[in-house]
């Protein structure tokens, strides 16, 4: 049995389609505003009308607009959909199903589709449907015929297709998560073999290069031992041990970085680590600086040289802040947020000017934030740099899949099942 979508990947499948619908539903109501006024014949009437029109138009700007933070929601609870839909009817009726209102009807099923699969679509296309039937029965400017079935086809029909095309976005989306997840699990890996391949470059650089220093050394004293004098001697022998303990010391240094790399401490503690680091900032700066925890359930250990390009990227972040912004305020924040461990700071500084870019940076002697983002995509995450959502300052958010960070291998994708045909 295939596993159902999670919740993050339909909010960033739907995203787009759902988008598109709110734009056309907002176009339609405000088109079919002066025919909702023109047939209200009383005070109150009119109130009810531009209070519908408020809810509607604004629902479906606060979806349009930030869909990552009321898609969610809207996605929970089926019921908002309904409430939206009696608030339409409010203005269908007033305006008569000659207007351009009735068009954003089709919406309704359309979104049920795209939202809640075929069993929401058959709901509220029916639901649609009988709502239609009340407003031709109430309406006298217009006559009930053959033409008045055309919206309630279409509402079954846009329902059908809505879960039709919920399919197949999702099944795209699931794909491209699983590449997305495949190509930051390979780069970790690779990041994790190349420090593996430095460490192995500094113990040929260092400790065989000594060890050689020591049997030559040695070879050299136990040749000429019986020819020097016993301070000579002493000293050769002195000379022997201390580069003998320094290859130990190496050796030791350069196995502790092995046990780490391989996972045999268990990975750092990225949030106790930040924490830390935006407390020391704070410090040494004297900027206000506070460390928050996102999400509820803890991140995974994160190997070491991994959380050493996160830590780095976020220290970077709040030096680049103090140096160029200005800020008095910097916020740091990590967390699993869905399915990505989630690294962001930001401060309220002056910002980047609008329309920065990477090249400009480099042409302006800028390597902070290019840095950054080579580092990000050393170990396969994704990196945003910008104010994000708020009005003003500068925000660095690092996204890195969570399954990209365990050892085990990822579960098979969720694939919606196709109609077998003949």
């Known amino acids: 049995m295939d596993a159902a979508p999670s919740l993050p990947l339909q909010v960033n499948a739907l995203q787009a389609m759902c988008r598109q619908v709110f734009g056309f539903r907002m176009a339609m109501i405000a088109l079919a505003v002066p025919f909702s006024l023109g047939g209200t014949t009383s005070r109150l009437g009119t109130w009810l009308v531009v209070a519908a029109v408020t809810v509607t138009f604004m629902v479906s700007y606060a979806l349009l607009r930030d869909w990552e933070r009321f898609g969610p929601v809207l996605l929970r609870h089926p019921a908002l959909l309904a409430v939206d839909m009696l608030f339409g009817a409010l203005l269908l009726v007033t305006a008569s199903p000659a207007s351009t209102l009735a068009y954003v009807t089709i919406c309704t099923p359309l979104l049920a589709g795209l939202v809640y699969g075929w069993r929401g679509a058959a709901f509220f296309a029916v639901c649609q449907s009988l709502v239609l039937a009340g407003a031709y029965g109430v309406s006298d400017k217009v006559e009930l015929n053959a033409n008045a079935l055309l919206l309630p086809g279409l509402c079954l029909i846009t329902g059908a297709a809505g879960s039709t095309l919920r399919g197949l976005v999702l099944g795209f989306g699931a794909a491209s998560q699983a590449l997305t997840e495949a190509r930051a699990r390979l780069a970790v890996h690779e990041a994790i073999e190349q420090e593996r391949a430095r460490l192995a470059r500094e113990m040929h650089d260092s400790v065989a ?72 900032f704070a410090r040494r700066h004297d900027v206000r600086a506070e460390f928050r925890r996102l999400g509820g359930a803890p991140p995974p250990p994160v190997p070491q040289v991994v959380a050493r390009h996160l830590l780095t990227i976020a220290s970077e972040a709040m030096e680049n802040a103090h140096r160029h912004a200005r800020p008095t305020y910097v916020d740091v924040s990590a967390g699993v947020v869905g399915e990505v461990l989630r690294v962001s700071v930001y401060d309220d500084g002056r910002g980047l000017p609008a329309g920065t870019s990477l090249d400009q940076l480099k042409q302006a002697g800028h390597f902070g934030l290019v840095g950054m983002v080579e580092r990000a995509a050393s170990i396969g995450a994704r990196i945003r740099i910008g104010r994000g959502r708020a009005a003003r300052g500068t925000e660095v958010r690092l996204d890195i899949p969570v399954r990209a960070l365990t050892p085990d291998p990822p579960p098979l994708p969720y694939i919606p099942k196709q109609p077998i045909t003949t």
């Open 209 to 280: 290069k000594t060890l050689h220093g020591i049997a030559l050394a040695a070879d050299g004293l136990a040749g000429s031992a019986g020819r020097m004098d016993p301070h000579t001697l002493r000293l050769q022998a002195e000379l022997v041990a201390r580069s003998a303990r320094r290859a130990a010391a190496e050796s030791r240094e350069l196995l502790s970085d092995l046990r780490r790399e391989s996972g045999l401490d268990g990975g750092v503690d990225v949030l106790t680590e930040l924490a830390a680091r935006t407390a020391d």
